[in-house]
C-alpha cells in the first residue's frame, strides 16, 4: 500500500500564487504518473495536470499557462506550481499516483486532498 499526502493548500487573492506538494510513502514500486485533481464545492471532479516518469506533461485547458507540475522521481514527490490564481480555482486538489508494480500490475492511490481557496 502507498499514502499519499498532499501540502500547501490556502488562501489566496486572485492573481497570486500557491505550491502544493505530494509526498509518497510505504510500499512504492514505480510511479509511471502523477496527477493533481480538484474538486470544486458541488462540482465534479476534475484532472488539473498530469506528469509521467518521462516528464511529459498533459494540463487542463483551463490552467494551461498557469500551472505546472513537477516531479521528483527518486524522492517520490510531486508539485503543482499554480500562478494568477483565479476564483474558478478554488476547490479541493487531490495528488493521485500510477504505480506500476511490474509486469501488467498497475495500482492507483489517491491522496486525502488540500483546500484551496482563491478569494474574489
Known amino acids: 500500500q502507498v499514502h499519499l499526502v498532499e501540502s500547501g493548500g490556502g488562501l489566496v487573492q486572485p492573481g497570486g500564487s500557491l505550491t502544493l506538494s505530494c509526498a509518497a510513502s510505504g510500499r512504492i514500486f514505480n510511479i509511471y504518473a502523477w496527477d493533481w485533481y480538484r474538486q470544486a464545492p458541488g462540482k465534479q471532479r476534475e484532472m488539473v495536470a498530469r506528469i509521467t516518469i518521462s516528464g511529459s506533461t498533459i494540463y487542463a485547458d483551463s490552467v494551461k499557462g498557469r500551472f505546472n507540475i513537477s516531479r521528483d522521481n527518486a524522492k517520490h514527490t510531486a508539485s503543482l506550481q499554480m500562478d494568477n490564481l483565479e476564483s474558478e480555482d478554488t476547490g479541493v486538489y487531490f495528488c493521485?499516483?500510477?504505480?506500476?508494480?511490474?509486469?501488467?500490475?498497475?495500482?492507483?492511490?489517491w491522496g486525502q486532498g488540500t483546500q484551496v481557496t482563491v478569494s474574489s
Open positions: 493521485h499516483i500510477e504505480d506500476h508494480a511490474g509486469g501488467s500490475w498497475e495500482y492507483e492511490y
